[in-house]
């Protein structure tokens, strides 16, 4: 008696468990076996899925990483904003520090002063003071065969490759005078790079400043961010510096705007162009889809199923693909993002996590909208006609 007791007991309990949730496992039986009876329709339609979902990710993690490539890339090409003193004197007092206050993160700030020597021949020459560490990290496009040691006061000098025929065609130490007074000087390196450089000296602005009396008259500056934050920043440099004109270098900044720009659209219209194909991919194997269970889903019509149950059941197989290929194409993404950046740019792309919330979403959207004229056809199957066979 016991026995029966406990036995009716545990159906009981067993019963009552699936009652608690009977739609939910019947529809997730059906899922999953709608898609083993049919393995290779539903293959066809996750591939394009899990495509779609792998280039949007590359993409995404791509062009971020190789908007912040391409802008250090361009700060190679030196400065983009350009502070000069009005009427051709020099820059105020303390002008380094209001800069580097107003925009101190993000940009490299390299003053120049210049003045007009004479050699020992009575030929004229452009000497420059300037900071050598600073110059040098701006500028990593000169060719330069040696840089003088930055703070040094030893009257070591960086000479332009036409400067060098002027003042010291034998590399040799040479003499410049300027208002009087002689300074000696030493060729450590050369410079080259193809501009108006080459036809000047360049010295250690202490050392300049003492021996000329002349303070920096420009600040060559390369202001790091996007178009509008240097905008931003070339207004903070105007409110900090009222009595200089401070000019943004159009060639490189309108040349990297127009860079970005197409980088982006050409990222965005392949990524639109593989999501399009593969939403086309997935449209036609549902479609297929639902010819080929025409008469699964008239049995279902027959038993009671309202409209509303089985477009639901058809959508969220559609969803679940959706789910599925972001998933995997999510992982199959980064790595291609990461393959991509270390052999274009020999360096790697940080995989980017926020995206798969987007990915995820985009995922599904595309499986969903491409569900919708399946369930458009889904509607008009009529349970009596299909279950005739006709």
Not at 129 to 157: C, I, K, M, Y
Not at 340 to 359: K, T
Request: charged content about 15%.
């Amino acid at each position: 008696m016991s026995t029966t007791v406990a036995a009716l007991r545990t159906a009981g309990e067993v019963a009552e468990r699936r009652a608690k949730a009977p739609h939910t496992s019947m529809f997730v039986r059906m899922l999953v076996r709608a898609a083993m009876l049919r393995r290779g329709r539903a293959a066809s339609a996750l591939l394009a899925m899990i495509v779609a979902a792998a280039v949007a990710t590359a993409m995404m993690n791509l062009y971020v990483d190789v908007q912040a490539k391409l802008r250090n890339e361009f700060r190679n090409y030196g400065a983009n904003v350009v502070i000069v003193a009005k009427d051709g004197q020099a820059l105020p007092a303390g002008a380094m520090q209001r800069i580097e206050s107003a925009v101190a993160l993000k940009t490299v700030a390299v003053p120049f002063a210049y003045a007009v020597a004479r050699t020992s021949d009575g030929q004229s020459v452009v000497v420059v003071g300037t900071d050598f560490a600073r110059a040098r990290q701006l500028n990593h496009w000169w060719s330069v065969t040696h840089w003088p040691e930055a703070g040094a006061n030893s009257g070591q000098a960086l000479v332009g490759m036409r400067a060098a025929a002027v003042v010291t065609a034998s590399r040799r130490p040479f003499d410049l005078t300027f208002q009087g007074k002689t300074i000696h000087l030493t060729p450590v390196g050369l410079l080259q790079t193809g501009a108006g450089e080459d036809s000047r000296i360049y010295l250690d602005q202490t050392e300049f400043e003492s021996w000329t009396g002349i303070a920096p008259s420009t600040v060559e500056l390369a202001v790091n961010g996007t178009p509008e934050e240097i905008e931003k920043s070339i207004q903070q440099l105007v409110a900090a510096l009222p009595a200089a004109d401070v000019r943004p270098v159009r060639q490189i900044m309108e040349g990297e705007a127009n860079v970005l720009d197409k980088t982006r659209a050409t990222l965005y219209a392949s990524a639109t162009l593989v999501v399009l194909t593969s939403a086309l991919c997935v449209l036609a194997t549902l479609i297929g889809w639902v010819f080929d269970r025409r008469r699964d889903f008239a049995i279902m019509k027959a038993l009671g199923a309202r409209e509303r149950l089985v477009n639901g059941f058809f959508a969220a197989e559609a969803a679940a693909l959706g789910v599925v290929g972001a998933i995997i194409g999510f992982l199959i993404g980064v790595g291609v993002a990461a393959w991509i950046g270390r052999v274009n740019f020999h360096a790697p792309v940080v995989p980017r996590f926020s995206v798969f919330p987007y990915v995820l979403a985009g995922s599904v959207a595309v499986a969903l909208i491409s569900a919708v004229l399946p369930i458009g056809l889904l509607r008009r199957v009529q349970p009596a006609i299909i279950l005739r066979g006709e």
